[in-house]
């Protein structure tokens, strides 16, 4: 019995040493941060069109009613004699003033307006590291320099997959 359950363990041994054989061991990356050259950055356009109602109206000018012609008060004879003495114009002299108008809005109507507005959605950065020119696709303009993450870890090949036979 003793030696039955000792050939079992060693079967079972046996069974689960090539699972523990194919097991890898994944290497640690190694990372560190440091700036890139920012060479350009293009903003990355979203066009956007928007459609409102306005109400549009005819502009008609009509003119003011004439307001009556009041009199000369003497204060204002005194000051149009001292104006003459000094060369001012007279009143014959001067260009004809022309009624005030006024617009009155006439056929008014709704009409639809359609607005295009332009809004950045990303950034498309060029930038050189170490010699090397990268692209990348941004949210947002990094300015001059680009904080990037170095990332270094060793190449490890597939495992080839062993084919076993019944």
């Not at 040493?17 to 920012?38: C, G, K, S, T």
């Not at 009509?62 to 000094?86: H, M």
């Not at 949210?139 to 990332?151: A, F």
Request: charged share 25%; aromatic share 8%; net charge positive.
């Amino acid at each position: 019995m003793h030696r039955l359950r000792s050939a079992f363990a060693l079967s079972c041994l046996l069974l689960a040493a090539p699972a523990v054989a194919q097991e890898r061991v994944i290497p640690a990356e190694n990372v560190r941060l440091d700036y890139a050259q920012v060479l350009s950055v293009e903003p990355v356009y979203q066009t956007l069109r928007a459609t409102r109602t306005e109400q549009r109206c005819d502009e008609v000018p009509v003119p003011k009613p004439e307001r009556p012609v009041q009199e000369e008060s003497r204060w204002n004879k005194v000051v149009s004699s001292v104006r003459g003495w000094f060369g001012g114009e007279d009143e014959a002299d001067a260009p004809p003033v022309a009624p005030p108008t006024s617009t009155v809005k006439v056929n008014c109507r709704v009409v639809p307006v359609e607005r295009e507005f332009q809004r950045p959605i990303a950034y498309d950065v060029d930038y050189i590291y170490k010699g090397v020119k990268y692209r990348s696709r941004l949210g947002e303009d990094p300015g001059n320099r680009l904080r990037i993450r170095i990332s270094v870890a060793p190449y490890v090949a597939p495992a080839q997959a062993t084919a076993s036979g019944p």
